[in-house]
């Protein structure tokens, strides 16, 4: 969580996987500093681009990450995980597999569609179809408002009396959503279900912070000093 008005890199130890997730991202160009404008309009000195994920070993890694989080923060005993159309079809067909690997776990995947097909393998689902009584953990990229949350609930629960029990995101931007509070916490409260990310900004700053990577420092004081004043102006205080 963030503290006060700004990131402070002193707080904690960043976890060995997730330090090697920040690095990870840096090295497919998915996390980058600069002067960025969100879809919610807001000027950011960062931005996280999960495009850039686009090979095959490369959703090998993504996959081992966000099964070491998703173990971490739910376990395992849960049926499905569902990745919303387009972005989350990967992500749920790489976590299932890393799970697999490295648990010995079979977790279903599934997938909609953003049209429902009307011939061959019908439906709006891909992948295990949603029965009654399964349990479900949602596979993001990145939120920061719950716009995706609030499309895919509506399409598990008319497949089946499923739960969804999270929700897993790449990174947590530590941002305010709609309200005072971080959009995961908004998301977890007004659904009633856990929310979790491999790691937050609060780690990539306590990694990266005039800390040379590959010989780059890519968090210097000037660029920790204008996280700090966007946190200012959109952190939760």
Do not use: W
């Not at 000027?43 to 993504?62: A, C, D, E, I, S």
């Not at 011939?119 to 949602?138: A, C, F, K, T, V």
């Not at 609930?153 to 509070?181: F, N, T, W, Y």
């Amino acid at each position: 969580m963030i503290v006060k008005d700004q990131i402070n890199p002193e707080d904690k130890k960043v976890e060995s996987y997730k330090q090697e997730f920040i690095e990870f991202m840096v090295d497919c160009n998915v996390l980058k500093f600069g002067d960025f404008v969100t879809k919610s309009g807001r000027k950011t000195p960062f931005f996280v681009n999960t495009g850039f994920y686009r090979t095959g070993g490369q959703l090998r890694k993504l996959g081992t990450y966000y099964a070491k989080a998703i173990e971490a923060s739910f376990g395992l005993d849960f049926d499905t995980l569902f990745g919303p159309a387009y972005k989350g079809i990967p992500l749920c067909v790489a976590a299932s597999m890393a799970i697999s690997e490295l648990y010995g776990r079979e977790i279903n995947y599934c997938s909609n569609r953003k049209e429902e097909k009307d011939h061959g393998d019908r439906g709006i689902l891909l992948g295990s179809p949603i029965r009654d009584g399964d349990r479900i953990i949602i596979i993001e990229d990145v939120t920061t408002a719950g716009t995706s949350i609030n499309e895919t609930l509506p399409i598990i629960h008319a497949q089946g009396d499923a739960s969804v029990c999270g929700l897993v995101v790449s990174v947590d931007r530590m941002e305010r959503g709609s309200g005072e509070k971080s959009a995961l916490t908004e998301i977890s409260e007004k659904f009633s279900f856990q929310t979790a990310a491999i790691v937050t900004m609060q780690d990539v700053v306590e990694h990266l912070y005039n800390k040379p990577y590959n010989g780059t420092v890519y968090i210097d004081d000037i660029l920790k000093e204008a996280i700090d004043n966007y946190y200012r102006e959109y952190g939760v205080h």
